[in-house]
């Protein structure tokens, strides 16, 4: 038993759609988040600025005393999670692709048309079409990327016409043109505008894979044998820009848990001069 908590991060509010499932089923687990809405979003930045990032922000939580790390961020997840593992040997850290890669295998048969949508990075990087084919070789995959989705949602521009027309911008011809039956979201951030998906594309199946993630952190917990005892003290929630969006999102997200939530900042600057004292330390 261990009654450290889970740590949790994204690129901004995204990684927060998988945290009431988590809520929901272990309700003795602790949460630590992080969310970098400075700097969000991150699917369209450099491969070694991601990592950088994702470093200072592991480092963060490891401070904090996780026991554990959950990639809440497929662009993270699709392009330096083996860095981030080979940097924090002693604890499980886990993406959020493979769950929902095996899950859209075992959904899916040779007559399923996939669609992947998601940032440029993830869809850059195949990982959710290599993933899925490694357990289905006989899946047909079309992936596209949809880079203004991240920010009109970090604005909160959801429930509004705009949302409508960009999402109608990116997937109207992809659906059409591939005959796509099952669509995959593979951005943490997509689970906020599924209601919107399904009222343009009321015949799509969609696979959400922050639902998905949340069996892979039970086998993580059991396997190591980390389960919290008894609940814990709130959770809390980091952002590197605490702008009124990211409050609101949290609200709007958790107001029907019931549990304390603790808001905090620690910008990017605090976030960098961390690691380089780490790196100072030799460690």
């Known amino acids: 038993m261990d009654n450290r908590p889970i740590g949790f991060f994204d690129s901004g509010l995204g990684g927060l759609t998988c945290i009431p499932y988590l809520m929901e089923t272990l309700p003795q687990e602790r949460i630590v988040y992080f969310g970098d809405t400075a700097r969000t979003p991150y699917g369209s930045k450099a491969v070694s600025t991601i990592r950088s990032f994702s470093f200072e922000i592991s480092d963060f939580l490891i401070e904090n005393g996780v026991k554990m790390i959950v990639i809440a961020c497929n662009t993270v997840s699709s392009v330096c999670i083996e860095d981030l593992r080979k940097r924090h040997p002693s604890i499980p850290i886990l993406g959020i692709i493979g769950p929902a890669a095996h899950a859209t295998a075992k959904l899916c048969g040779p007559k399923n048309r ?58 109207d011809q992809f659906i059409a043109y591939n005959s796509i039956d099952t669509l995959v979201l ?98």
Do not use: W
């Open 114 to 171: 996939i669609g992947v949508i998601g940032t440029k990075a993830t869809i850059r990087s195949n990982a959710y079409r290599d993933k899925i084919l490694a357990r289905n070789e006989d899946l047909d995959i079309a992936q596209t990327a949809c880079p203004a989705l991240v920010p009109l949602i970090e604005e909160g521009i959801i429930e509004h016409e705009i949302m409508d027309l960009s999402i109608r911008y990116y997937l």
């Open 186 to 283: 593979g951005c943490t951030h997509y689970p906020l505008i599924r209601r919107n998906l399904q009222k343009l594309y009321p015949a799509l199946r969609i696979v959400d894979p922050s639902r998905e993630l949340l069996q892979s952190i039970r086998d993580a917990l059991e396997r190591h044998d980390l389960f919290a005892a008894a609940a814990g003290a709130e959770h809390t929630f980091y952002a590197s820009d605490l702008s009124e969006n990211f409050v609101n999102m949290i609200r709007r997200i958790f107001e029907s848990t019931g549990r304390d939530i603790v808001f905090k900042t620690i910008g990017t600057d605090a976030l960098r001069r961390g690691r380089q004292e780490k790196g100072k330390c030799g460690n």
